[in-house]
DNA sequence: CGAAGGGTTGATCAATTTCAATCGCGGTGG
DNA sequence: CCACCGCGATTGAAATTGATCAACCCTTCG
């Protein structure tokens, strides 16, 4: 059954439970408690914190709306973002146990958050196997995602690493079930992709109109349009490998550029 | 009790279990099913491959001696180092629930590394508390470096990178117990370290080269010495924050550059 | 309407790669 | 024992990438 007419059969609109859902098969008991645990939200604006470094961590924070990123602001006052987070994504089931956060985490757009309390994440985990499993596949690929980031700021070049980055999210987007058809939103600006692969904002503008002229894709203002995936995914070397949409036991076709 | 004593107590020269007692309190009933999961040891030549992208993951990993690496080759040919492994160091405990490996894991020394199978691991983690948290622990401490990389290759120059490397591994050797007074071992060639800062074999012999002149630390064919330890933190601009020595609860001192 | 925050562009500068040699050490076979 | 081989280390010079500096534009929003 897929994710699609499983959320369609029961009109269920919370991205966490869509995704985990598509990482393992869960019980109706198991999507409900999901949603149980998910269903106090707070809003936090665009820019504004989750969580701070050096703040002691608390809930694991689940993003229901909108965009946040791990990031770290160095001594000279640059800053690195260490990760996109976007609806669906939780952020590390375990950090409770160190004392201080060494990142931060914040809302890129305005955001809708859910916060799970410790305990009772600890409960969730214990009694559904389908949530601790689908939670720790999340966590997988989410350290793949962190390695293949790794190897983009080491050894691509810089137009390699923004169309590896699109390509990413292209695919994490579709996975959600987010629009990826035609022209849609992505809402990173050229300062924000700048702190995400290490470049300055100038040289992502020359980068992005470099893979316009090209033909491969636009970003314009918020939207983006991808105009010829084949040309992207060849540019980026991209390898979906990473993403694991293949999970043991099941198998799925590639779908970026799959002809 | 602290690592050490506990160490010359029992005698115990198992990498893994110091490395583990060192991050949660272990029963001695805990140590002896490390030890024993531990026992069976193969043993890999420099540069052979314990795993390569694309198989299937098997067992955990756990380095006992020497050192390892994640790694990938890009389509170009060009390699990426994503982690290093050294004695006592496992590979991804959940590894398993996915389809294909997304990277290699290499030998870089001759090493002796033990393979727990994933039931003796599950039932391992079930039974005893202590090893299943310190897992965790070491777990989140992973994914700090992974993060820590993603910084220094995204927004350090190639010579805080570097340092910011050596003082990553000093910590972490010292954390083993390996030695690190004076002129010590690390059988890290340029050629490697390349690959792993994202940095041509060249330029690393530079910015060797500037490192010792600056009276700041001395690489030489597989030997280091720290020269001046407060100059060369202060050129990486390391926190050691992120290798989270102090875990909930309890506090210890920072060991680099001190006092 | 004015200010602020992106985005865009050109010119110049600096860091790093690339290319090309040479060196040095450890191991091997004669 | 010694010459040779191979890999890693070292150095110089030229080429390239990406950063920096400095404007200016455009849109949004108060």
Redesign the interface.
Known sequence: MSVVSWCKRDNVSNAFVQKLSGLSTLERSETSALEAATSHARRYRAKQDLIR??DEPGPVFVILNGWAC?Y?I???G???I??FLMPGDAC?L???????M??GIQAITEAKVAAISRPAMDQMMREFPGVS?AL??A???D??T??????S????SSIERVAHLICELYLRMRNIGLRTEGVFALPLSQIILADA??MTPVHINRVLKELREAGAMALKRGHLEILDPVKLVHIA?FDE??L?R????S?RKPELAGQ
Do not use: C, F
């Open positions: 470094e050096g791990r770290k160095l001594p000279g640059s800053r690195q260490m990760a590390d375990h950090m409770n146990m160190v004392a201080a060494d990142h499993r720790y596949i966590q997988l690929i350290e793949g962190m390695r293949a980031w790794i190897v700021m080491g050894r691509r692969l290490g070397g490998n990473y694991h293949r999970i043991s036991q198998t």
